[in-house]
C-alpha cells in the first residue's frame, strides 16, 4: 500500500520489535522513518538494533531514520515538514480511536495519512473513521497464523478517496477460493463475536445494529 518516496515522513507506532519500520527503510518507503513507543526497554532494543544495521546504510540511501520514546497521542509531528503516515497496528481499535482524536484535534488542517491495524474493536473504529470525515484509500483483508487482520488505509484530509463503510466493503471481495473460504471464516468468525456480546449484555439490541449490518454483507460465491 506505501509506495517508494509518497511521504516525507512515516511513523511507525507501537513499534514493539520494529520489523515494519525495518523494512520499510530498506525499501526507502520515505525519506524519514520514525519509530514511537511509549515504553522504553522496547525504543532502547530497537535504537540498538538500527545503529547495528541501518547507520551505515542510511548514509547512502536516501532515508534516514529516528526513534521516539512517546506517547503516541503526542507525536511531535509539529516539528516534521511535509507529507506523513502515520501506523499504528497491534493494538485495539478503541486504543487507536484515542490516538487518532488526540493527533487529529491538534493537527486539524495537516496532511496525515493513517495505516491501521486493530486487533479488535473494528467496527467501532471505523465508526469514529466516519465520524471524523476520514476518506478510504485502501483496505485489505489478511490472515496469518489462523487470525484475521483488517488493514484499513485511510486520510484525514483528502475527499477524493471512497467513502469508510462501517463494515468494510473491498475485504469481503476475493479473487480466488482461498481468499474466498478466508473472507467466509472472518465473517463467520466476527458474527459470532458479536452476537456473543448481545447475549452477554444487559440490553440485548445493543449489538443488534451491528449485527445487522454485518449480516447483510453479501459475499460472492466461490468460482469451481
Not at 18 to 24: E, M, S
Not at 31 to 52: G, Q, T
Not at 77 to 101: N, P, T
Not at 186 to 206: E, F, P, V, W
Request: net charge negative; hydrophobic share 35%.
Amino acid at each position: 500500500m506505501v509506495t517508494s518516496q509518497q511521504y516525507d515522513h512515516i511513523w511507525d507506532c507501537c513499534c514493539d520489535h520494529g520489523l515494519l519500520g525495518f523494512t520499510l527503510l530498506s525499501r526507502q518507503a520515505a525519506s524519514n522513518i520514525h519509530f514511537a513507543d511509549i515504553v522504553p526497554e522496547l525504543m532502547i532494543e530497537v535504537k540498538s538494533k538500527l545503529e547495528r544495521f541501518y547507520t551505515k546504510a542510511s548514509n547512502s540511501t536516501n532515508s534516514s531514520w529516528k526513534t521516539h520514546c512517546v506517547d503516541v497521542a503526542k507525536l511531535p509531528l509539529k516539528d516534521y515538514q511535509g507529507k506523513q503516515l502515520i501506523i499504528i497496528a497491534g493494538v485495539g481499535g478503541d486504543l487507536m480511536i484515542q490516538f487518532i482524536e488526540a493527533i487529529y484535534q491538534q493537527y486539524p488542517n495537516v496532511d496525515i495519512d493513517f495505516l491501521l491495524c486493530p486487533v479488535h474493536h473494528q467496527f467501532s473504529l471505523r465508526s469514529k473513521l466516519i465520524e471524523l470525515d476520514f476518506s478510504l484509500k485502501d483496505e485489505e483483508l489478511v490472515e496469518d497464523n489462523q487470525r484475521f487482520y483488517e488493514i484499513i488505509y485511510v486520510s484525514s484530509t483528502s475527499k477524493v478517496n471512497r467513502e469508510i463503510n462501517p463494515v468494510g466493503e473491498k475485504i469481503w471481495q476475493s479473487s480466488s477460493n482461498e481468499q474466498a473460504e478466508t473472507v467466509a471464516k472472518y465473517l463467520n468468525k466476527t458474527l459470532k463475536h458479536y452476537q456473543r456480546i448481545q447475549q452477554g449484555a444487559k440490553h440485548g439490541n445493543d449489538m443488534q445494529s451491528t449485527i445487522d449490518a454485518y449480516q447483510a454483507i453479501a459475499i460472492p460465491s466461490l468460482t469451481l
